[in-house]
């Protein structure tokens, strides 16, 4: 099977399963809050299964659940959850995740969230995806940096970064800190199934998990490897502020990261990197996380927000979205916004190799206070202050490696005063990462369910995804054709075969429009010209059922009307029989029957006999 059919499958599933959104949410994965923990649901279903008088007081109004019924049920959901599964376990096999641990989930290793996250790891790399675990270990340095008899200390920098200063005994603490985690993540990866389970299984089950017996022979464990893999340098002083020993990241050795990825090992980072003088800094955990998402192309950044921060009415961000609703929820006026939103698109030109679009941050002046040469923009090549932008020099840009061009830059991905969770999502997007899943650490499972369902648990912000509206071309006639179908048998569209929708965009009268979302076709109307152009004719406007009550079905008709008045068109009109409201709402008006109105409908349009169409339309 190849990748794109498994990757058409899934958007086809992904579709089928958002519709099913109501019934299929989670009933096997139930991811909770770590109040209710999973032994209380065990026990609650012990008790349940116990209870022989299930019927409850109301014993009329609740189907009886009987303790079979309840086994039969809780055996659908497991089968159905892992029906859902399946596409994505195979996506997600051998595909590349970087997962930023907070120091606050590592800070103590036998917290259940801890636990819960290193068991979710573990399914993860189970179904063969690499990973690539970065450690932070912040709230434990600050503790062993007191038991050491000193002071924490912080800054924050202009970007809204706060960052350690690290005097020897911080550095001391960080190292102590930094292994602890390791080791704290190499148990967990060692720790094997039920011993009853891998004895019942006998030899079929050490040859192919690795966990062998009890007593550790013929096993193949999961390797975590760490290493020498982050290049830093001190921060030194900045703004003022001598940071000691503090490191800021230069580059992500991804060679050696790659092959030992490769060998099917886990790969661990730390807050820690090392110049060639031989020396360690501490760096910030989520910066080593940023620079390895981007510099490996991890195919999913994983980040846990530290306070459990997640966008609260959104689910998933196309990346132009993801900014725009950063600019509007957190904009300061007090910050020039706009350019330092487009450090991101710099960045992203810079990775490209310097073609496409972008434009440049403005104040663009390095750390020793030279002007930058600006990025070009094809397209507008104005940056904002509403100077010429100039290409970059090529040479410079073979030189280093991304991360490192950009912190030579002085790009910054920290937007200040917005959530670093959203700025490191953006930022990476941009860079290349094709998505970015924010996810609560605190609920339990639910990194599994962020990632193995089509619903999610968290937040996402895709990179590859693409949201827009466009002409029709006759590569998109299935895709209209299944969309319009169940609402040409239900009466409300007029049916068209696949072929009539060819000739149809084919036409020179008739323009279908689309909007696609990742491949898919979520919306769609024609457009039909009649008395040269000067009444045109809306029809087949439907959005798909998952995607209404979003303003898409506005967005549309508004392009409509837009492409309508460039184009010459006086007057819009309509044949509906079921949405008239909508229409009358948007300005349109009600003319009558169709059939009766003969008048009034353009030369060469025909009208279905007995259908009962209502006759609307716009000036424009
Ligand atoms: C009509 C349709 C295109 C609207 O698309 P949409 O993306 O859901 O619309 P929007 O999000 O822009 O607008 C949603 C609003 O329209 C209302 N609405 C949706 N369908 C409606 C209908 N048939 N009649 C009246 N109002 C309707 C919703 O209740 C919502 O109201 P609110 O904003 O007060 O909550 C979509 O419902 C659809 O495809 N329907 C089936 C096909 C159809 O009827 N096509 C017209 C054939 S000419």
């Given amino acids: 099977m190849n990748t794109q059919s498994i990757s058409e499958r899934l958007r086809n599933y992904e579709r089928v399963m958002r519709s099913n959104r109501a019934s299929t949410t989670f009933t096997c994965l139930s991811s909770v809050r770590f109040q209710h923990s999973r032994q209380d649901d065990a026990d609650d279903w012990n008790r349940t299964e116990n209870n022989t008088d299930l019927k409850g007081p109301e014993k009329n109004s609740a189907p009886v659940l009987t303790a079979k019924s309840l086994q039969a049920k809780k055996k659908d959901s497991f089968v159905q959850f892992f029906r859902e599964a399946l596409p994505y376990i195979t996506m997600h096999k051998q595909s590349l995740f970087v997962i930023h641990i907070p120091g606050n989930v590592m800070y103590d290793k036998n917290s259940q969230v801890f636990k819960s996250v290193m068991q979710d790891i573990i399914i993860l790399r189970e179904l063969g995806v690499k990973l690539v675990l970065v450690l932070g270990s912040d709230s434990q340095i600050s503790k062993l940096t007191k038991l050491k008899g000193s002071e924490p200390k912080f800054a924050t920098s202009k970007f809204g970064a706060t960052r350690r200063i690290t005097d020897e005994f911080g550095l001391e603490a ?267 650490p605190n609920t339990s499972g639910s990194l599994l369910v962020e990632l193995f369902t089509s619903d ?79 009444s045109c004719e809306i029809g087949s406007f439907a959005v798909a059922s998952e995607y209404r009550n979003e303003g898409r079905g506005d967005a549309l008709l508004s392009y409509l009307e837009e492409y309508a008045a460039e184009n010459g068109c006086e007057r819009l009109f309509l044949l509906t029989t079921r949405t008239a409201e909508w229409f009358i709402s948007r300005g349109f008006i009600f003319d009558g029957v169709a059939e009766d109105r003969s008048e009034l409908i353009p030369n060469g349009k025909k009208v279905v006999p007995g259908r009962g169409s209502l006759l609307f339309s716009k000036t424009l």
């Fill in 174 to 440: 960080a190292m102590e800190a930094c292994g602890r985690n390791n080791i704290a993540v190499q148990a967990q990866l060692t720790k094997g199934p039920d011993v009853r389970l891998t004895r019942k299984h006998g030899d079929h089950y050490s040859d192919t998990s690795g966990w062998g017996n009890s007593n550790g022979s013929s096993r193949n464990l999961p390797v975590a490897t760490s290493g020498n893999y982050v290049y830093a340098k001190r921060r030194g002083v900045v703004d003022g502020v001598d940071y000691g020993l503090t490191g800021e990241v230069v580059k992500i050795d991804k060679t050696s990261i790659l092959e030992t990825l490769e060998q099917g090992d886990v790969v661990l980072l730390s807050s820690l990197g090392f110049n060639a003088a031989g020396e360690v800094f501490n760096c910030v955990s989520r910066d080593i996380a940023v620079a390895a998402a981007i510099e490996l192309s991890a195919d999913k950044f994983i980040v846990l927000p530290e306070d459990g921060y997640l966008p609260k009415d959104k689910s998933y961000f196309t990346l132009p979205d993801a900014k725009k609703w950063m600019i509007e929820n957190f904009a300061r006026k007090d910050v020039e916004y706009s350019n330092l939103v487009q450090n991101h698109q710099a960045y992203a030109w810079l990775r490209n190799g310097g073609g496409g679009n972008a434009t440049n941050n403005s104040n663009n002046s390095n750390k020793n206070g030279q002007q930058q040469q600006k990025v070009a923009s094809t397209s507008s090549s104005k940056n904002n202050n509403g100077s010429e932008q100039q290409p970059i020099n090529n040479n410079q840009k073979d030189k280093v490696n991304s991360w490192q061009r950009a912190m030579e830059m002085d790009f910054e991905w920290r937007v200040p005063s917005c959530p670093i969770e959203m700025c490191a999502a953006t930022f990476a997007c941009h860079c290349g990462v094709k998505r970015v899943h924010m996810v609560d």
């Fill in 456 to 534: 999610g648990e968290g937040c996402m912000v895709a990179g590859d995804r693409y949201e827009g509206t466009r002409k029709a071309t006759i590569y998109d006639c299935v895709g209209i054709h299944d969309m319009l179908q169940p609402l040409a048998d239900a009466g409300i569209v007029v049916y068209r075969t696949e072929d009539q929708l060819r000739r149809d965009i084919l036409s020179q009268n008739v323009s279908f429009f689309v909007i696609e979302r990742d491949g898919n076709i979520i919306a769609c109307a024609s457009f039909t010209g009649y008395e040269n152009g000067k």
